[in-house]
């Protein structure tokens, strides 16, 4: 399997189209990750009609997902591992690439995005 389905913006402003393009191979450094899900954010938005990345790119960045393959000098993850993050080369995609410093702890963290859709942690109030 050489190609995946992504949502590439062509241009600036761009909604973006689902296409297939090639799957993106991880440097010694990096991590190849089958994406399950990646959140929509205003960010995302924000890039896309800029302009600042080269065209075409794939949008979206947060993302979770399982490690598919690794770069040769990553020794923190392994294939089949769960992870999420943040994804520079986009997470709209059925695989993106991250390079291996994401942190593993991460999932001690919640930032505003991931805790907005959450329930309150006590009882409403009736």
Avoid: C
Avoid at 49 to 54: H, K, L, S, T, V
């Amino acid at each position: 399997m050489n190609a995946m389905k992504a949502a590439v913006i062509e241009h600036r402003g761009d909604r973006g189209e689902l296409k297939e393009i090639a799957i993106p191979q991880p440097s010694p450094q990096e991590i190849l990750v089958r994406v399950t899900a990646a959140g929509v954010n205003p960010i995302d938005w924000k890039i896309r009609d800029r302009g600042e990345r080269a065209m075409p790119f794939v949008l979206g960045q947060d993302f979770a997902g399982v490690v598919s393959a690794a770069g040769h000098d990553v020794l923190k993850y392994r294939e089949g591992e769960r992870i999420f993050g943040i994804a520079r080369r986009g997470a709209f995609a059925e695989y993106t690439v991250v390079p291996q410093t994401i942190p593993r702890n991460r999932l001690r963290r919640f930032p505003m995005t991931s805790v907005t859709p959450m329930p309150p942690p006590f009882p409403r109030p009736a």
